[in-house]
């Protein structure tokens, strides 16, 4: 800084003027995070998200036989207990009253297992299958998955 900007600054020329004014305005405009900004943020976040998960299915190309392998079980477990469950909800219209009060609390405890499990599956299905859309179905897979589980603490 020179020694006329120095002076400037101290009795208060018109460029100090100006230097102040224009430090105050961008002072004040960095205050205010306006709708525009804040869209082209959210763009920009969710833009960097996608890339990262692409790039991590890239670097973990030769897993895909493991993750195949454990996300049919997890989703065959919970397909396999909606099935059970039905399966003891029909069977329960065919049997005595005795029996049928058992088959009809097992459809219902089946029914609430397969339920905690719900969001586990939704995650495992929009991985595979919405993949670029997994910034709005986490959060929902996330929230039923808490909430399930939520109950039973």
Do not use: C
Request: net charge neutral; aromatic share 8%; proline share 1%.
């Amino acid at each position: 800084m020179g020694v006329g900007r120095l002076l400037g600054r101290v009795f208060g020329t018109e460029q100090a003027m100006q230097d102040a004014v224009q430090g105050v305005t961008k002072g004040i405009d960095a205050l205010v995070y306006t709708e525009e900004e804040r869209a082209v943020d959210a763009a920009k976040d969710r833009s960097e998200a996608r890339g990262m998960v692409v790039q991590w299915m890239a670097a973990t190309s030769g897993q895909h036989l493991a993750r195949r392998l454990i996300s049919l079980s997890i989703t065959s477990v919970w397909l396999l207990q909606y099935i059970f469950s039905w399966i003891a909800m029909v069977a329960a219209v065919f049997a005595e009253a005795d029996t049928q009060s058992r088959l009809n609390d097992v459809s219902t405890l089946t029914t609430q297992h397969a339920d905690g499990m719900t969001g586990a599956v939704m995650l495992i299905l929009s991985f595979y299958f919405a993949a670029p859309h997994m910034d709005k179905i986490v959060g929902a897979a996330m929230d039923r998955f808490g909430s399930t589980t939520k109950g039973k603490q």
